[in-house]
């Protein structure tokens, strides 16, 4: 099966032209999957998730946030965390007009799980559900005291201030070839200014806070052995959600990226059996054999 593979830009927050791809199969697609990557990376990053879902006849697109990947703006900058929303709220409604009627997921990890709950929690209208993975809700040497004041004061006096991530590339997957693969790939980045810890900060404790009033399907990934974002705050999340069509999976041994850890196929089969169990009317005779 050959599927079909577009790059286009989509306009957002003060003019942007933000970078996204889509990866469709040939015929009609079951559902879409709309992915925000995380901090530093870019849509290029999910393969194997495209591989494994366009092979099984769903949509992909994948957007570059501002400040990453092929789109404008200083690397991991922005003034306010709505910047991330409109971001967000363009990329869903170019999809949603590209794909007009499908059942349409909105699937964020690490950082853009934080993104995609915060814009989920304001703003669940055309959506089927949503998939987060390895969310920073309990981020390993990142919020410290003495980083969450420096943070703080260069916010107010030079937001701009590039901060180094505090990232451990060895802690993403267990596979070499992909930790490899990351640390030459030119559109990684990992950096983050000033502004964009404080922002961080402050949107973390909010989508926690409002945690119960989540009305979406969720499916929320995790690896037990993430030593960049903990699972243990992804269990505290999930056991604040009241909305009861939730489902938390935890991967054993599995480290900060599902979709690229060895054995990342039975995490992506939870995935589409999530997708498959909340789209209204299933299409028919799909050939599932794997070509990821």
């Not at 059942?103 to 950082?111: E, K």
């Not at 998939?131 to 006096?157: H, K, N």
């Not at 200014?193 to 926690?208: C, D, L, M």
């Not at 989540?214 to 604040?240: K, M, V, W, Y």
Request: hydrophobic share 40%.
């Amino acid at each position: 099966m050959v599927m079909q593979h577009v790059e286009e830009t989509v306009e957002s927050a003060g003019g942007l032209r933000l970078y996204y791809q889509a990866w469709r199969p040939p015929q009609e697609p079951r559902a879409v999957v709309a992915i925000i990557h995380g901090i530093g990376e870019h849509s290029g990053r999910f393969r194997n998730l495209v591989n494994y879902l366009t092979a099984r006849g769903h949509a992909v697109y994948a957007l570059d946030l501002r400040g990453h990947g092929r789109s404008p703006g200083q690397r991991g900058h922005l003034l306010s965390w709505s910047e991330y929303r409109e971001d967000v709220r363009a990329f869903l409604a170019k999809v949603s007009a590209r794909e007009p009627g499908r059942p349409l997921f909105a699937y964020g990890h690490s950082m853009g799980g934080l993104i995609t709950l915060d814009y989920v929690l304001r703003h669940p209208e055309g959506l089927s559900g949503t998939i987060i993975s390895g969310p920073p809700f309990e981020s390993v040497g990142v919020a410290t005291p003495l980083l969450v004041l420096s943070a703080r004061v260069l916010s107010l006096i030079w937001p701009v201030f590039a901060l180094e991530v505090p990232l451990e590339p060895e802690a993403l997957c267990r596979d070499p070839a992909v930790v490899s693969h990351y640390l030459k790939d030119p559109l990684v980045h990992r950096k983050a200014s000033a502004r964009w810890a404080v922002e961080a900060i402050e949107a973390n404790v909010w989508v926690k806070d409002h945690a119960a009033e989540l009305r979406l399907p969720l499916l929320l990934l995790h690896g037990e052995e993430d030593r960049i974002n903990t699972a243990a705050g992804s269990r505290q999340f999930f056991e604040s959600v009241s909305f009861p069509d939730k489902k938390l999976h935890l991967v054993p041994g599995g480290y900060h990226e599902p979709h690229n850890d060895p054995g990342y196929e039975q995490v992506l089969q939870q995935v589409e059996e999530f997708l498959l169990s909340h789209v209204p009317v299933r299409a028919p005779s799909w050939d599932t054999r794997s070509t990821a």
